[in-house]
């Protein structure tokens, strides 16, 4: 349970593709793209035209699937799916709507961003255990929890842009905390595997090579049932991401560099939620840009008027002549 907002672009990007790096402590989507990820991304971008695209989410889509036999071929067919995806749900703007209901998505099926691991990688949270499977349906259909999720994606995007500006490095991977306290037998029910399929979908195929690694906390006994269904779902290069850790996890993570600083108090943390802190900032300043915008329009309506006013002046002087 993440790539760029679009269409921007950020000129720090190719500061990356063309300058080898000798760091090996650098995140890997730091690095320069090779000759033959240079090649594909040539390619991609050719084939796109005028369609508008995020550089950062060009890579990784070249990155992505660089497994594939027909490598640009595969690329340019996710991508062109992904910018018609986008373009069809209004995905580039979502972040500037509030959506329906998303207090209570947020309550429902809650998601933070709490810290971030030693090279700059942004912490996710997702609390899967407290999602009640018998209420979820209720609630929601399931496109708007994908569209919720969208939305936390795409602010979260917004903060890995942030984080990259900051550090002067490309950033667009993440960790991902999964809290399993309170799963149980109803979450092995399509009421759960259900949705959860859906929002899974999203993330691999319109968010590629977004995760660095995954770490699965709280699993009781009936994770081992889920896993084997929730398993076949995920592409072996992602399954590799995943580590399911014990009763020690905070041990784990803290061997990874992963403090309790950088994670919520549900998992005996102290870190703060910073995708809620993000988001309301973030509305608070699109608000501060409608107002500006109703201004200048009401600004210009007057000018007009006084304009108006003038010329009736002009015609009436010219009717006394």
Request: with cysteine; aromatic share 8%.
């Amino acid at each position: 349970t993440q790539s760029t907002g679009h269409p921007q672009t950020f000129t720090f990007d190719f500061l990356f593709m063309s300058t080898p790096t000798p760091d090996a402590t650098l995140p890997p989507e730091a690095a320069p793209l090779t000759e033959e990820e240079q090649a594909v991304f040539d390619k991609v971008k050719e084939a796109l035209g005028d369609r508008p695209f995020g550089e950062t989410q060009l890579i990784q889509f070249v990155r992505g699937y660089s497994y594939e036999e027909d490598w640009a071929g595969k690329v340019i067919e996710m991508i062109t799916k992904t910018l018609d995806w986008r373009q069809e749900h209004d995905v580039d703007t979502i972040c500037d709507r509030k959506l329906d209901k998303r207090d209570k998505f947020k309550t429902t099926w809650t998601t933070m961003v709490t810290g971030k691991d030693p090279v700059g990688h942004l912490i996710a949270v997702d609390r899967l255990g407290a999602i009640k499977p018998s209420e979820l349906l209720v609630d929601f259909t399931v496109e708007e929890l994908q569209m919720h999720h969208v939305q936390n994606q795409e602010f979260i995007a917004k903060m890995k842009e942030e984080a990259s500006e900051k550090a002067g490095m490309r950033l667009y991977k993440m960790v991902s905390v999964l809290d399993l306290d309170g799963i149980g037998m109803a979450h092995t029910g399509s009421k759960f595997t259900g949705p959860a399929r859906a929002l899974m979908d999203i993330d691999q195929w319109f968010y590629p090579e977004s995760m660095q690694k995954m770490y699965v906390v709280n699993a009781p006994w009936v994770f081992k049932m889920i896993w084997k269904v929730v398993r076949p779902w995920l592409h072996p290069i992602t399954q590799e991401k995943i580590q399911v850790c014990g009763s020690n996890f905070l041990e784990e993570m803290a061997a990874d560099g992963i403090e309790k600083d950088q994670l919520p108090e549900c998992l005996g943390g102290t870190g703060i939620d910073l995708l809620e802190e993000f988001e309301k900032t973030y509305a608070d300043k699109n608000k501060g840009k409608k107002k500006k915008t109703k201004k200048k329009k009401k600004k210009k309506s007057k000018e007009g008027e006084k304009t108006e006013d003038d010329d009736d002046e002009d015609d009436d002087e010219e009717a006394d002549e």
